[in-house]
């Protein structure tokens, strides 16, 4: 299994003491891209991505790391899936990042229950090749049906700590997404995660910790888990 570790974001200033200790702030990424393997650009949740910042980060960051990009809002949450054309203009705004672009992440608003129909024309609309991952947040959406669903279209679950509900069983593509939020985590913890990843029937794992004054000793700590 191929596993990428990184954190959701990377320009935090409280970073500045440790990660980037001596670094300008336009040298951030390219130090990032250094100890890590991918990020997850949430950025992109709230506003568009644009052609010249893309080609500037493809550009600092070595051929390997790849990024993971959050869908835009107005998908997942203003129109809830319904509308498939604002899913062809939002990869239309990711070509920029050519192979280096690595999973899309829809993310749904926790007070959308389960809706099979509405999920599966959505999928249907997925270009060919897209890496995609759904993360639910009501409980409903948490069934083997669901999971077959998504597998038909390569699509994949997200994993994350804390979640509404267990994973079912049968996971659904050759791609595990990884979301660990919670404020803190121990080295057992780490250790724990780092075995249960381990263990998911997937080719290429990518997980990410929650944004925070620690979150990227915690992701090194794990990296270093998966290289021993």
């Given at each position: 299994m191929r596993i990428r570790v990184g954190t959701s974001g990377w320009s935090y200033p409280?970073?500045?003491?440790?990660?980037?200790?001596?670094?300008?702030?336009?040298?951030?990424l390219r130090r990032y891209a250094e100890v890590f393997g991918a990020v997850e650009v949430n950025m992109t949740f709230r506003r568009g991505l644009a052609e010249t910042t893309a080609r500037k980060w493809v550009a600092t960051t070595p051929e390997e790391f790849r990024f993971a990009v959050k869908a835009h809002q107005r998908i997942t949450h203003f129109t809830r899936l319904a509308d498939p054309t604002l899913l062809v203009d939002f990869v239309s705004s990711l070509q920029a990042l050519g192979f280096k672009l690595g999973p899309v992440l829809f993310q749904l608003p926790p007070n959308l229950s389960r809706d099979d129909e509405r999920l599966e024309a959505f999928c249907q609309q997925l270009p060919a090749g897209l890496l995609s991952a759904f993360e639910f947040r009501h409980p409903s959406w948490f069934q083997p049906d669901v999971a077959a669903l998504l597998g038909r279209h390569n699509a994949s679950l997200v994993v994350a700590d804390p979640a509404p509900a267990p994973l079912p069983a049968g996971y659904p593509s050759g791609l595990v997404y990884v979301r660990l939020r919670q404020p803190a985590y121990t080295p057992k913890q780490l250790a724990t995660w780092a075995s249960r990843i381990r263990e998911y029937p997937a080719e290429s794992a990518w997980v990410f910790l929650k944004h925070g004054s620690s979150a990227a000793g915690w992701a090194s700590n794990l990296a270093e888990l998966f290289a021993g």
């Open positions: 409280e970073w500045k003491q440790d990660l980037y200790q001596g670094v300008p702030q336009a040298g951030w």
